[in-house]
Each structure stands twice: as structure tokens, then as C-alpha cells.
């Protein structure tokens, strides 16, 4: 089956989830959504999203039903609802692009396909910035034909790498977040003595960003969200949290040790109980320079 549909449902319409409705709205799309947050709702009905009552009846209205929740658990009690609702018609196709368990997408994708309603993992890497821009990484599990079969919309979010069966996405987009955690956690450690050293952050971070030192949270993180000090990406430290322990999580049901990986999470739940709940990740930073003013 291809294509052929003009209307999305959107389930999630908190920091990413919006300006992916904005971009599909802007290309014709007839965008049908839903969140439990009702200034979520308020926020995409005036980006000319269609708002529902339920997630239910939001499904029920497109054979395309994205998923832009928090976590697994979260993707799985909704997927229920929708289940129990019939609002899933058969030959109907789920998108969780949430990043979310592996395991947990694979159980679904299984569940799902026995009701003929198919199912892939198309999580994302760009945040609210990539969204808005149309900039994502697109990391899709899942067969191919139905990967093929919801390229386009995807492709109005940015760009879509298939990399292998139902649940591939949801790791490698939790094994890039663990590189991500532990890039921001050290090179803000590496900031911090720097400057104890009498370099300016502003003279570490040019001088990382053309050595070997580089990462997204040197090119990126650190000039946009940290030197300015507004701490206002868009993506939460539990959110980053919850990533690495996916990573995790999968690492040792794969037989596979990262020590280095652990840490990182421990150092992140760490940060976790002194942050505020809904802290930015970037905060991680902030968190850092005081942690070390304590030693
Ligand atoms: P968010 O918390 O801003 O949005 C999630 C939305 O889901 C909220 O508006 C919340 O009210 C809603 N929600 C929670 N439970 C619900 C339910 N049962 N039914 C309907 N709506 C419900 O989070 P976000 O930053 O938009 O992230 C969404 C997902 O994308 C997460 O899995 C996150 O890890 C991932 N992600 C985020 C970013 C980022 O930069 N923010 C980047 C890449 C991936």
C-alpha cells in the first residue's frame, strides 16, 4: 500500500510534536491531534492542527497514526486505548517516532500485525529546532514496504535512513543519545577546568571545534544553549536519561559491556535528583560548575 492519504494523526503534541504538525500542516497535510495537555492542544490548534477530544478519535480519523509521547510505557497504555477504541482500521500504519524500547516496539509491532495494522519505529535526532527546519534524522525500523510506504511524510521532517527491522531505530537513536549524554557531560567537565586553567569557554570551544575534541555539544549545545545562558533547547534532561538507559539496557541484553556507557548514566541520574523536573538538558552544565565549586 502506498501513500495515498492526506490526513495524519498525531498523538503528542508537546516540544517536538508541534512543529512536526506545523511541517505537515504546511505540506497540505490534514493534521488530527491529540495530547492530555490541554495548553498543548491550545498550541497546535492555532498552528492549524485539527484537535480532538481523545486519542481515539484522532486515530479514527487518518490510516496514518503517529506516536510523539514520552516513553514506551506511555506509547504502549495509548496504543491500548486505541486498540480497545477499534479507532486502528486494518491495513491502518503506526509511527512511533517517540524514542522509545526496543523490546517494547518489537512486542507491538507483533500485537498490532496480528489485527492486520502495521507498525515501525521512526524515532528522530535534530531536536525542536530540526523539527521546525524540516532538518530531523529519521532513523525508521521496520520492513521495508512499510518504511517505503510513509517515506514521503516522513521526508517532510527531514531525512530517513531505514536501518533494519522493528526496533532498530529505537536503539540506534538510544546508542546516538548515549554518545550525546556522555559528549555534553565531559566537554562540559572540560570547559570547567579550562577556565580553572585561565582559558575563557568562548577560547576552549573555538579551539575544541577544530580540533578532534568536537562534538554536537561543542558545535552546538554549548554556543546556543549554554554561553547565553538561556538553557532553552527544548529536549529535558529525563527525557536524555531515559535514552541512555535504553542504551543500556540493550548493551547487556545484548552481552555487550560499556562501562563507560554505566557511568554515564549514573552521572545523569545523579544530575537527575538535584535538577529540577523538567530541566533542560543543557542544565547538565550548570549542574557540573556547581558540583565542582562543592569539591
Ligand atoms: P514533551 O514532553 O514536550 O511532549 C510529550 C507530549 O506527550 C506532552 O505534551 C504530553 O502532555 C503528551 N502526553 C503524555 N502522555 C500522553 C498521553 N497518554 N496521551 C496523549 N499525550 C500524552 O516531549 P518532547 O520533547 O516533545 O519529546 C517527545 C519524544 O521525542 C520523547 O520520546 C523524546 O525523548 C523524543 N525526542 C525529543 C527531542 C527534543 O529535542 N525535545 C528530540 C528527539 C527526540
Same mark, same amino acid.
Given at each position: 500500500?502506498?501513500?495515498?492519504?492526506?490526513?495524519?494523526?498525531?498523538?503528542?503534541?508537546?516540544?517536538?510534536?508541534?512543529?512536526?504538525?506545523?511541517?505537515?500542516?504546511?505540506?497540505?497535510?490534514?493534521?488530527?491531534?491529540?495530547?492530555?495537555?490541554?495548553?498543548?492542544?491550545?498550541?497546535?490548534?492555532?498552528?492549524?492542527?485539527?484537535?480532538?477530544?481523545?486519542?481515539?478519535?484522532?486515530? *479514527?480519523?487518518?490510516?496514518?497514526?503517529?506516536?510523539?509521547?514520552?516513553?514506551?510505557?506511555?506509547?504502549?497504555?495509548?496504543?491500548?486505548?486505541?486498540?480497545?477504541?477499534?479507532?486502528?482500521?486494518?491495513?491502518?500504519?503506526?509511527?512511533?517516532?517517540?524514542?522509545?524500547?526496543?523490546?517494547?516496539?518489537?512486542?507491538?509491532?507483533?500485537?498490532?500485525?496480528?489485527?492486520?495494522?502495521?507498525?515501525?519505529?521512526?524515532?528522530?535526532?535534530?531536536?525542536?529546532?530540526?523539527?521546525?527546519?524540516?532538518?530531523?534524522?529519521?532513523?525508521?525500523?521496520?520492513?521495508?514496504?512499510?518504511?517505503?510506504?510513509?517515506?514521503?511524510?516522513?521526508?517532510?521532517?527531514?531525512?530517513?535512513?531505514?536501518?533494519?527491522?522493528?526496533?532498530?531505530?529505537?536503539?540506534?537513536?538510544?546508542?546516538?543519545?548515549?554518545?550525546?549524554?556522555?559528549?555534553?557531560?565531559?566537554?562540559?567537565?572540560?570547559?570547567?577546568?579550562?577556565?580553572?586553567?585561565?582559558?575563557?569557554?568562548?577560547?576552549?570551544?573555538?579551539?575544541?571545534?577544530?580540533? *578532534?575534541?568536537?562534538?554536537?555539544?561543542?558545535?552546538?549545545?554549548?554556543?546556543?544553549?549554554?554561553?547565553?545562558?538561556?538553557?532553552?533547547?527544548?529536549?529535558?534532561?529525563?527525557?536524555?536519561?531515559?535514552?541512555?538507559?535504553?542504551?543500556?539496557?540493550?548493551?547487556?541484553?545484548?552481552?555487550?559491556?560499556?562501562?563507560?556507557?554505566?557511568?554515564?548514566?549514573?552521572?545523569?541520574?545523579?544530575?537527575?535528583?538535584?535538577?529540577?523536573?523538567?530541566?533542560?538538558?543543557?542544565?547538565?552544565?550548570?549542574?557540573?560548575?556547581?558540583?565542582?565549586?562543592?569539591?
Amino acid at each position: 500500500m502506498t501513500e495515498n492519504k492526506t490526513s495524519v494523526a498525531l498523538i503528542g503534541l508537546g516540544n517536538m510534536g508541534t512543529p512536526m504538525a506545523s511541517r505537515w500542516i504546511a505540506a497540505g497535510y490534514s493534521v488530527h491531534g491529540f495530547d492530555v495537555n490541554p495548553e498543548a492542544r491550545a498550541k497546535f490548534a492555532s498552528a492549524g492542527g485539527q484537535i480532538h477530544q481523545t486519542a481515539a478519535d484522532a486515530a *479514527s480519523q487518518a490510516s496514518f497514526c503517529v506516536l510523539m509521547l514520552p516513553n514506551s510505557a506511555i506509547v504502549e497504555a495509548v496504543i491500548g486505548e486505541l486498540c480497545d477504541a477499534g479507532s486502528l482500521a486494518p491495513d491502518s500504519t503506526v509511527i512511533d517516532m517517540s524514542s522509545s524500547e526496543p523490546t517494547s516496539s518489537q512486542r507491538l509491532a507483533l500485537s498490532l500485525g496480528e489485527s492486520g495494522i502495521r507498525f515501525i519505529d521512526a524515532p528522530v535526532s535534530g531536536g525542536v529546532r530540526g523539527a521546525e527546519a524540516g532538518t530531523l534524522t529519521i532513523m525508521a525500523g521496520g520492513e521495508a514496504h512499510i518504511v517505503e510506504s510513509v517515506r514521503a511524510l516522513l521526508e517532510c521532517l527531514g531525512n530517513v535512513t531505514h536501518v533494519g527491522p522493528v526496533g532498530a531505530g529505537h536503539g540506534v537513536k538510544a546508542l546516538n543519545n548515549l554518545l550525546s549524554a556522555a559528549h555534553l557531560w565531559l566537554t562540559s567537565e572540560a570547559v570547567v577546568i579550562a577556565e580553572r586553567l585561565g582559558v575563557p569557554a568562548q577560547t576552549m570551544l573555538a579551539v575544541l571545534n577544530s580540533s *578532534s575534541g568536537r562534538s554536537g555539544s561543542s558545535e552546538q549545545k554549548w554556543p546556543r544553549f549554554i554561553l547565553p545562558g538561556t538553557f532553552d533547547s527544548g529536549f529535558e534532561a529525563r527525557l536524555m536519561l531515559k535514552d541512555a538507559r535504553i542504551a543500556t539496557g540493550l548493551a547487556s541484553e545484548l552481552g555487550m559491556p560499556t562501562s563507560l556507557g554505566e557511568e554515564v548514566v549514573n552521572l545523569w541520574n545523579e544530575a537527575g535528583h538535584s535538577l529540577p523536573a523538567n530541566a533542560d538538558h543543557t542544565e547538565i552544565a550548570r549542574f557540573i560548575e556547581k558540583r565542582a565549586e562543592k569539591k
